[in-house]
């Protein structure tokens, strides 16, 4: 079973969860317009959960609206909170009731916990990208080497980033050859060590998938690890996070490290919302098991990355 939120207070993307299980396009923008509040669309549920849906909600007033394995339920916060109690509810329910609660929008952060301590983020935070590397898309070649580094790192500080994040692996798409571990350590320990250095104050991101060359990084003063590959290709990565008490990126994507980039495992079977959320949280999992706690942990849908262009406008 899967729950995904849908956008809130948007009859648009209500009526298109609707439309998608084949509701006809009237009917659907109909029902739609009359649903306020939160609204989830459940999926995976056998024909006793949806009976049971439908008979249980309506006593707590929430709306439901049902196709072929699948139910948009809507209503007040504290409606679907009451709702989301496994316990109380009937026993087909209860992995629904689970999963509802797990989806309920929790209250903003107000910091983001690092290894060089908390991030505020009563305000937006840029987080500016530096290269290091000869071969990204953008600007390949731009910061090579520790004095150009710093200097590009310099022009970021001025322009208004507050987090700079070092990557020493290109991710563009065609790449034909991955960056060997030494090589990536060669690139970025460095700089990072100088950034550190030179703007003490300033939280330091390495982007990485490799656990040895985050943890190089976390000893010579980075703050935070952003892994692209949300925790799928280096099973030593959680625990290396963990003990370096950092805070940490886990972007969604799929596939090896030189096809993360490319349409080869673009395949979400009609819910590419709901996907990436399920396999998002496939990683916070591992964040939880490993023991890094949320106030470190940010997600990163991976717009560009095993997406197409109308995925991620569907996810954006």
């Known amino acids: 079973m899967n729950v995904t939120p849908l956008a809130l207070h948007s009859p648009a993307s209500v009526r298109d969860a609707l439309r998608a299980g084949g509701w006809d396009e009237a009917l659907a923008a109909d029902a739609a317009a009359g ?12 024909q006793e959960a949806l009976e049971a849906l439908v008979l249980f909600a309506g006593t707590l007033g929430l709306d439901v609206l049902t196709g072929d394995g699948w139910a948009v339920l809507a209503g007040s916060r504290a409606r679907l909170s009451a709702f989301a109690r496994p316990w109380l509810v009937p026993a087909p329910l209860a992995e629904a009731a689970t999963q509802v609660g797990l989806a309920l929008p929790a209250q903003p952060p107000t910091t983001w916990d690092t290894a ?18 000869p071969d990204s898309f953008s600007d390949g070649g731009r910061a090579i080497g520790v004095e150009g580094a710093l200097g590009r790192a310099e022009e970021m500080v001025r322009a208004g980033a507050g987090i700079i994040d070092v990557g020493g692996e290109s991710t563009r798409p065609g790449r034909t050859e991955a960056v060997p571990e030494a090589e990536e350590l060669r ?48 099973p030593a990565m959680p625990s290396t996070v963990a003990r370096g008490k950092a805070g940490v990126v886990l972007m969604h994507s799929r596939g090896p490290i030189l096809e993360i980039s490319s349409y080869r495992h673009a395949e979400y079977r009609g819910d590419v919302v709901g996907i990436v959320i399920a396999e998002l949280r496939a990683a916070l999992t591992l964040a939880g098991e490993a023991g890094i706690l949320p106030g470190a942990t940010v997600v990163d849908p991976g717009f560009g990355f095993s997406k197409t262009e109308e995925q991620c406008l569907q996810l954006l």
């Open 35 to 46: 649903i306020h509040h939160l609204a989830f669309r459940l999926t995976g549920l056998d």
């Open 116 to 133: 060089r301590g908390p991030i505020a983020l009563d305000g937006p935070v840029v987080m500016a990208i530096l290269n290091v590397t």
């Open 187 to 234: 690139r970025v320990i460095p700089v990072v060590e100088s950034l550190v250095r030179e703007h003490p104050d300033l939280p330091i991101s390495v982007d990485t998938v490799k656990a040895e060359v985050a943890r190089a990084a976390l000893g010579v003063g980075a703050a935070i690890i952003n892994d692209v590959s949300g925790f799928r290709l280096d």
